[in-house]
C-alpha cells in the first residue's frame, strides 16, 4: 500500500495552500473506503471550525463540527433538526463525522441533508467567503467544491419544521423521507424530498402549497424512484402520504 502524506495545518490560509497537495479531512469516516488513489490528506481539525450557533435569523455550523455535537446543541435547534442528526448514524460515527462531511458525500439517503434542504441551507466556502445555496452544490457535487473548503453551513431559523420518514427499522436509513419548513418572515413553504437517489429532491413555493397539488408533485417527482430498497410505485404512494400529513401537522393543508 503506497504511503500517504499527512498535513496538520494550523491556519485556514495554510489548509487551502495544501489542497493541492490532498484531499480534505474531517471526520474521515467516508473517506477511509475510498483511500485508492488518494496520496496526501489534509487534516482539518485544528482550524477551530466546529462551532455550532443559533441568532435571530439562524443557525451556523462549522464545517468541522461533528453530527454528535448538532444533538448535543438539541435543546437550541428545531426538534427535527435535531432528531435528523441522530438519525444520520449511530453514536460512534457521529462523534467522528462533521457537518461539512456529510453534506460532500451524502447522498439522497441522508436524513440530515433532506431537512437540511427544507431549511433554506447555504454553504460558506473558503477562499473568498462565497456563500452558495445547498440544493445548487448537491446538483453539481465536486464541481463546486474542489479546490475549496466549506468553512461554515447557514440554515434559516424555521417557523415551522418536520420531518418525517419510512424505513425498515427506526434505526434504518429511509427508504423514503420528507422534510418540510416554514420560514419565519413570509408563507414560503419548502419541502424535500429524499430517501433515493444521488441528493434530496427540492420543491417550494412562495405561498402556502394547495395539499393536494403538494402530493401530487410528490408523486410525480418520485415516479421513477425506484431502486434495490423500493419500487418506484412504493415511494411514490408514502411519499404523497408523508407530504400530506406532515402539511397537515404544520396546519397548511
Known amino acids: 500500500m503506497t504511503s500517504l502524506d499527512y498535513h496538520r495545518p494550523k491556519t485556514l490560509d495554510e489548509a487551502l495552500a495544501l489542497l493541492t497537495k490532498g484531499v480534505p479531512l474531517a471526520g474521515g469516516t467516508r473517506l477511509t473506503a475510498r483511500l485508492r488513489g488518494i496520496v496526501g490528506l489534509v487534516d482539518l481539525q485544528d482550524l477551530g471550525l466546529n462551532r455550532i450557533e443559533t441568532t435571530d435569523m439562524g443557525i ?17 435547534l428545531p426538534e427535527d433538526l435535531a432528531r435528523a442528526a441522530r438519525l444520520e448514524a449511530g453514536w460512534n460515527i457521529r462523534n467522528m463525522a462533521t457537518v461539512a462531511g456529510t453534506i460532500v458525500t451524502g447522498d439522497g439517503r441522508s436524513p440530515l441533508l433532506t431537512v437540511l434542504l427544507a431549511l433554506n441551507t447555504e454553504l ?41 420518514q419510512v424505513a425498515r427499522s427506526p434505526a434504518d436509513r429511509p427508504i423514503i423521507g420528507v422534510a418540510v419548513g416554514v420560514a419565519q418572515e413570509r408563507a414560503a413553504v419548502r419541502i424535500a424530498l429524499g430517501g433515493y437517489g444521488a441528493h434530496p429532491q427540492l420543491m417550494s413555493w412562495d405561498e402556502t402549497p394547495d395539499a393536494q397539488e403538494a402530493a401530487d408533485q410528490a408523486r410525480s417527482m418520485l415516479a421513477d424512484a425506484g431502486d434495490q430498497w423500493a419500487s418506484s410505485e412504493y415511494r411514490a404512494a408514502a411519499g404523497a402520504t408523508l407530504v400530506t400529513r406532515l402539511l397537515k401537522e404544520l396546519d397548511l393543508e
Open 60 to 76: 451556523v455550523f462549522g464545517g468541522t463540527a461533528t453530527l454528535q455535537g448538532l444533538v448535543e446543541y438539541a435543546s437550541h
Open 124 to 164: 460558506q466556502f473558503a477562499p473568498g467567503d462565497e456563500r452558495v445555496p445547498l440544493d445548487e452544490v448537491l446538483g453539481r457535487g465536486d464541481d463546486r467544491t474542489r479546490g475549496k473548503l466549506i468553512t461554515a453551513v447557514h440554515a434559516v431559523l424555521p417557523d415551522r419544521l418536520r420531518y418525517a
